[in-house]
């Protein structure tokens, strides 16, 4: 995580020296490997930037986290999955789970790999229900169609931020 943010912190100020500037934002790019996503900003490459993984045949990565990273262009992958809580427009470390309705195996993706807001899954299409778990609180989506060839957003959102602590009442 500390390489991350040293990252972030580097892609972050070179973002704003290209905004000032009026250039065009990062590009982020599957790597040779296909085990990381380079940030290619002003033709310098952000090596092993974002994790790549890969589980029961469907790749996914997390992203969002900074600036930089929310004006990238990322590779088409057909659902992105935004989180947020407590009218925040964040959340990551979000555990979820993808059923495919006509049966199989379940995608699980752990919390440890949820490390931005927005989640890209590369699914085969078809139609999928979701799950996703902060702090123990559950949020599903049911019917999500994923169709060829196009990206669908879908909004997981709770109301309550877990991360924060509840205030005490007052005596």
């Known amino acids: 995580m500390r390489v991350r943010s040293f990252w972030v912190c580097v892609v972050t100020i070179l973002g704003a020296v290209a905004s000032a500037s009026g250039q065009d934002g990062p590009v982020a790019s599957i ?85 931005g807001p927005w989640l890209f899954v590369d699914l085969s299409p078809g139609v999928y229900d979701l799950t996703a778990t902060d702090g123990g609180d559950a949020q599903r989506l049911k019917g999500i169609v994923v169709e060829a060839g196009k990206q669908k957003v879908v909004y997981m959102r709770w109301t309550r931020d877990h991360g924060v602590a509840a205030p005490l009442p007052a005596e």
Do not use: C, W
């Open 31 to 115: 790597n040779q490997a296909g085990d990381f996503l380079d940030l290619i900003h002003h033709d310098q490459v952000m090596k092993d930037y974002l994790p790549l993984h890969r589980t029961v045949g469907a790749r996914y990565f997390s992203a969002g986290v900074g600036l930089e990273e929310r004006a990238a262009s990322y590779p088409p992958f057909p659902l992105k999955i935004i989180f947020t809580a407590g009218g925040k427009p964040f959340l990551s470390g979000v555990t979820v789970t993808i059923q495919p309705v006509k049966g199989g195996p379940p995608l699980v993706i752990p919390r440890e790999a949820v490390e």
